[in-house]
């Protein structure tokens, strides 16, 4: 080695930071330890990455994941060996769920000490393993450089997903020349990209033919930001939508073609569309167990076109007639073009009828709620929120009944601004999240809706929102129970409340001002609305809203364990109209 | 139904507990697992012996294809092929009368004995599994000491093959 390669060799500390600045990242969320010393060394002796000091390894790799879902960049996290490592699990299998394009690295104990169980040390990899899409450990400065592109490649492209890089100490503090490669090759890596047309030929003759079709699309329109082909084609075809929970924001709700959420609890008239349907046009979904209800009784008169980027996703759970197999937008540019193309026309008179039944469901108007009660119901807040906000803030939610109120009454305008834990449903998941899209949105409007089970489970974070002068409007709706499981031991067990009733709660107006920030609490409907405008006005601060709300209040519609499209239970209320 | 799948995957140290895990994560059974390097060092040629519904076959080679790690893959029950696997067999043979038996099905079997002292013999016998076990049954059990079996190995017949 001459002299002029030394002086261009750097430690792994500063390729890492270097190879991240080169990859376009800009801001990173972790919590050091022994293992990274010398990562965090090099972070502090530059300022074109920064970094956000969590307060828990679990916040960390939440709020990369809420950064990554709001901008479609992908998120990163750092944290050192062993209980960093094991602390960031949840996070991790919650993007994996929900498909989100993220990297996360992990310190590692020095090579020569792998093995032996030294302080610190857990097989990262070998946790990771089966809720990454991939991961690596990193044995030499030299692979260090490539293996962050890889990572960076795999976890954005085809379907996304979390990407582990496990980096030894000692890899961090030896030398190497730094390379950033623009382009990787992964031989055995080649995601597909255009469906084929033969399929894509038969599709629209398919959907063309139906006399009850319905689209059902999914998150994966949001994800491949197909949101404007998905509404090209809906439009073109004048057919009913319905979503899934993660697809929600990818079609205006306000459109008649919309009929609602499908599912668990979804709308009526999409259920009973879902049902009824003879044509079924899966788009970007995957026909979760939430979402079909039980499969025995799941779409018994329809044949179905699916359309996905991940083979393993087609005839997994239900068996389809044509699937396509590409990424959204292109397979729908083809799809929209070939209907474009063909004189086949669809059946007028067919959709007409189809349309008239829908609109008999519609008039059930399932999502009705009792407005006159003398308690603030959660729906309530919710269409007030999306009113004010006129569906376009950021709204990210943690799990429980609050997360299907955000989804039922919240009016989503664009995509990417529902952050939620659709496939794991993590409680503790909204705030981290919440905090990674006000990073990446420091001037937008971005809420977190909670509950007092779900907040408590990563409160730790209002003190990051504290340093980092992160103004999130925390809407908490407090029912003083896990409601959601509460729901079910209602309808299902008789009542018996086994430890769902949240003893001993804070005082949680202390504790947000204990932080700095703003507490609020709202105890009557007739204050919702101006407490609403007033937290949402304030710009600069952290504002935590306690909405004491109606206990007993549940989420209908639902369709129970073991039912089908056509069994929802409606609320009593629904007539009410 | 038994599938046989033949698969080309990166030789990188994890590569096999991605697969291995993979069937236990999905709850696919696994009847037999073999692995070694191919004639390029850098890939390695694994065969697994599988059962399960066409659905489940179609979802195993599905998610297997899905793992980085895994380069190409072909379900060989799918068109004529042929499988292989080694047995090694240590037997009791201390009486005269049982050296010839066991002699005599080795010979029949085509196998061959490649480890010989007062006591014992040891037997090396490749073929399809079927032809193994047909062996096993037909000596004496209370002769056998240890059997020790490779796993199956397959590959296409004729000028079909799984390369890069
Ligand atoms: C980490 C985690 N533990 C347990 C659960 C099971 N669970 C689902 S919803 C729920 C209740 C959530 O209560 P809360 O946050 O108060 O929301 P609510 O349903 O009352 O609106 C629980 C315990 C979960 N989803 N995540
Ligand atoms: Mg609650």
Redesign the interface.
């Known amino acids: 080695m001459n002299k002029a390669n030394e002086a261009e060799m750097m430690i792994g500390g500063d390729i890492f930071v270097n190879a991240l600045i080169a990859e376009g990242v800009e801001h990173i969320f972790g919590y050091p330890g022994g293992a990274t010393l010398h990562i965090y060394d090099a972070i502090f002796k530059q300022n074109k990455l920064q970094h956000i000091l969590v307060r828990h390894e679990q916040g960390a790799v939440h709020a990369a994941d809420g950064y990554a879902r709001s901008t479609g960049k992908p998120g990163v996290a750092l944290v050192t060996s062993g209980p960093g490592a094991t602390n960031a699990i949840t996070g991790i299998a919650t993007a994996y769920l929900d498909s989100s394009p993220m990297v996360i690295i992990t310190g590692q104990v020095p090579t020569a000490l792998i093995g032996n169980d030294a302080f610190q040390e857990v097989d990262a990899?070998?946790i990771s393993?089966?809720c990454t899409?991939?991961n690596f450990?990193v044995k030499d400065v030299k692979d260090l450089a490539e293996t962050l592109k890889k990572a960076f490649y795999?976890a954005t492209t085809g379907r996304p997903g979390p990407v582990l890089v496990d980096i030894p100490k000692d890899v961090t503090i030896n030398r190497a020349v730094f390379e950033y490669p623009e382009t990787v090759e992964?031989?055995?890596?080649k995601p597909v990209v255009s469906g084929h047309l033969g399929q894509i030929r038969k599709a629209a003759d398919m959907m063309l033919s139906a006399k009850r079709p319905i689209i059902y699309s999914g998150g994966g329109v949001v994800l491949g930001n197909s949101t404007k082909e998905l509404i090209d084609l809906t439009r073109l075809l004048g057919y009913p939508i319905t979503q899934t929970l993660m697809g929600l924001g990818s079609y205006p709700p306000t459109d008649k073609q919309f009929v609602g959420m499908l599912g668990m609890h979804g709308t009526y008239e999409a259920n009973m569309a879902m049902h009824e349907s003879d044509v079924l046009i899966a788009i970007g979904a995957r026909f979760e167990d939430r979402v079909t209800g039980v499969l025995e009784k799941f779409c018994p008169y329809a044949k179905i076109i699916h359309i996905d980027i991940?083979?393993?996703s087609?005839?997994?759970n239900v068996?389809v007639d044509i699937p396509i197999v590409g990424a959204v937008d292109q397979v729908l540019q083809d799809l929209i073009q070939t209907i474009k193309e063909t004189d086949q026309k669809s059946d007028a008179g067919a959709l007409t009828t189809w349309w008239k039944q829908i609109e008999t469901w519609r008039a059930k108007n399932c999502l009705n709620y009792d407005r006159n009660s003398p308690l603030i119901k959660p729906q309530f807040v919710l269409e007030k929120l999306s009113q004010l906000t006129e569906g376009n803030a950021f709204v990210a939610s943690d799990v429980g009944q609050h997360q299907m109120f955000v989804a039922q009454y919240y009016q989503f305008a664009q995509p990417r601004h529902w952050i939620n834990s659709g496939g794991l449903g993590t409680m503790g998941f909204g705030l981290p999240a919440a905090m990674g899209v006000q990073i990446a949105h420091p001037d937008e409007t971005v809420v977190c809706v909670t509950g007092d089970g779900s907040i408590q489970m990563c409160i730790q974070e209002l003190s990051t929102c504290q340093q980092f002068d992160l103004p999130i409007k925390i809407i908490m709706l407090n029912n003083g129970y896990l409601g959601m499981v509460r729901q079910w031991q209602e309808l299902f067990y008789d009542k018996r409340y086994s430890h769902t009733y949240m003893e001993a709660l804070p005082d949680f107006i202390k504790l947000a001002e204990s932080y700095g920030h703003i507490g609020m609490r709202i105890e009557k409907p007739s204050e919702v609305e101006n407490a609403l405008a007033e937290g949402l006005a304030i710009k600069d601060r952290l504002v935590f809203m306690d909405f004491v709300i109606d206990q007993d209040e549940m989420v209908y519609p639902m369709i129970a364990a073991g039912k089908g499209h056509h069994e929802m239970l409606l609320s009593p209320e629904r007539e009410l109209a | 139904m038994r599938h046989t799948i033949s698969i080309l995957l990166e030789n990188e140290a994890g590569a096999l507990s991605r697969v291995a895990g993979l069937f236990s994560a999905r709850g696919y059974n696994i009847e037999s697992l073999t692995v070694a390097p191919t004639e390029d060092p850098s890939m390695s040629r694994m065969t697994i012996v599988t059962k399960g519904t066409d659905e489940i076959i179609e979802q195993i080679t599905k998610q297997l294809n899905k793992l980085i790690d895994v380069i190409k893959l072909i379900d060989l029950t799918e068109g004529i092929h042929i499988e292989r696997e080694l047995m090694l067999v240590k037997v009791n043979v201390s009486t005269a009368h049982h050296r010839e038996e066991i002699k005599r099905f080795v010979d029949i079997f085509r196998g061959s004995i490649i480890d010989v002292n007062e006591t014992n013999y040891t037997i090396e016998m490749t073929g399809t599994a079927d032809k193994l076990d047909a062996f096993i049954k037909t000596i004496d059990s209370t002769l056998i000491l240890e059997v020790v079996r490779s796993g199956i190995l397959g590959i296409a017949r004729g000028s079909k093959s799984l390369h890069l």
Do not use: A, N, Q, T
Request: charged share 30%; proline share 11%; net charge positive.
């Open positions: 990899v070998g393993r089966p899409k991939h450990l795999i992964i031989r055995s890596y991940d083979p393993s087609i005839s997994k068996k």
